[in-house]
Nanobody, 127 residues
Framework: QVQLVESGGGLVQAGGSLRLSCTGS????????VGWFRQAPGKEREGVSC????????YYADSMKGRFTISRDNAKNTVYLQMNSLKPEDTAMYYC????????????????????WGQGTQVTVSS
């Protein structure tokens, strides 16, 4: 059974940090590109960051550059999203998604590019 599980969300003050984890099971995680997306109430789901299967390619949405860092540990079937200098506008449900893709590429613009999704973890940043 394919499963993606996000963890690490919570309540943090503005300027603080959180590290989200996305752990996969039931599939060969190291062959998959992984993306992070977020969705705030009343807003569309937006791409945050993504990482290719090898970790050789990463992408960030403009508002996250310099604040967020994505990485992966294929031995642990886990992708991490380190979020620093958090702002109240970062408040959202954060989802990870995965797609089998052998080329060093990933996608933050198109949610339908991904095959599998987790259930999400809530991040709340207080001002």
């Amino acid at each position: 059974q394919v499963q993606l599980v996000e963890s690490g969300g919570g309540l943090v003050q503005a300027g603080g940090s959180l590290r989200l984890s996305c752990t996969g099971s039931g599939f060969a995680f190291d062959g998959y590109a992984v993306g992070w997306f977020r969705q705030a109430p009343g807003k569309e789901r937006e791409g945050v960051s993504c990482i290719s299967w090898s970790g050789g390619s990463t992408y960030y949405a403009d508002s996250m550059k310099g604040r967020f860092t994505i990485s992966r540990d294929n031995a642990k079937n886990t992708v991490y999203l380190q979020m620093n200098s958090l702002k109240p506008e970062d408040t959202a449900m954060y989802y990870c998604a995965a797609r089998l893709y052998s080329i060093d590429y990933c996608n933050t613009r198109n949610t339908v590019w991904y095959n599998y999704w987790g259930q999400g973890t809530q991040v709340t940043v207080s001002s």
